[in-house]
């Protein structure tokens, strides 16, 4: 079965701060890897997935597939950075069931 | 455009009764599905679609639990005899294509409160 873990439920930093987001994942097949986030009051909304390699708002996530993590990375934190974060994973080969984490709320202090 | 959009955004209902759910999903888009979103929880695949064809419904935690998509645009989420455990936010999300990778587009949601 596929799991995905994030062990922190909050995570507090100062601005100007390294923020980083722990998520690991249980999966046999071969996984696709997204970050969701969720600004209060708004929708839940993509923030990047690994296949694409990219960096959203400054945030950055590298697939280990040794150590089965995929963990969001930015090495400034803002204000506007604080939202609720969900690690996510699908699979790669086939339809897009999407398994959630449990998420992570990150909380950004001026 | 307009995104994908869901009714009633908020709906309370007394133990036993009967609800439904809606979803307008993003014009075009081929795939939509459900979640189920307790407090504190991420969101918990509910069920699949691709066009009007329910492939996948291992999500849904009991009977009571029934959704559909007849013309392979608008569905519905219907929960018969709600129980308190059914309290939760629905989501529902939609996408372009069939396969892994694309990106899911969520509704607002619906918050279901059962008394």
């Known amino acids: 079965a596929q799991r995905v873990t994030q062990p922190e439920k909050l995570l507090s930093v100062f601005k100007g701060a390294p923020v980083e987001l722990k998520c690991n994942y249980s999966?046999?097949?071969?996984?696709?890897l997204f970050w969701y986030v969720q600004y209060s009051r708004q929708r839940l909304q993509l923030l990047l997935r690994h296949i694409s390699r990219e960096s959203i708002k400054g945030f950055t996530a590298d697939l280990n597939k040794g150590e089965t993590s995929f963990h969001l990375k930015k090495p400034f934190a803002q204000e506007e950075d604080s939202a609720m974060y969900y690690c996510?994973?699908?699979?790669?080969?086939?339809?897009?069931?999407?398994?959630f984490g449990t998420g992570t709320k990150l909380q950004v202090i001026p | 455009g307009a995104g994908v959009s869901q009714s009633p955004r908020y709906k309370v209902a007394k133990r036993g009764q009967d609800v439904a759910l809606r979803c307008d999903p993003i014009?075009?888009?081929?795939?939509l599905f459900w979640y189920q979103q307790a407090l504190g929880q991420g969101p918990e695949f509910l069920t699949y679609?691709?066009?009007?064809?329910?492939?996948?419904k291992s999500g849904l935690p009991s009977d009571r639990f029934f959704a559909e998509r007849p013309e392979g645009s608008v569905s519905t989420l219907k929960i018969q005899r709600t129980q308190q455990e059914d309290s939760a936010v629905y989501l529902c999300a939609s996408t372009l294509g069939g396969i892994a990778g694309y990106e899911q587009y969520f509704g607002p949601g619906t918050r279901l409160t059962v008394t």
């Open positions: 996510a994973l699908s699979d790669a080969g086939g339809y897009q069931k999407v398994t």
């Open positions: 999966y046999s097949g071969s996984p696709e």
């Open positions: 014009s075009g888009h081929v795939s």
């Open positions: 679609f691709q066009n009007e064809a329910q492939l996948d």
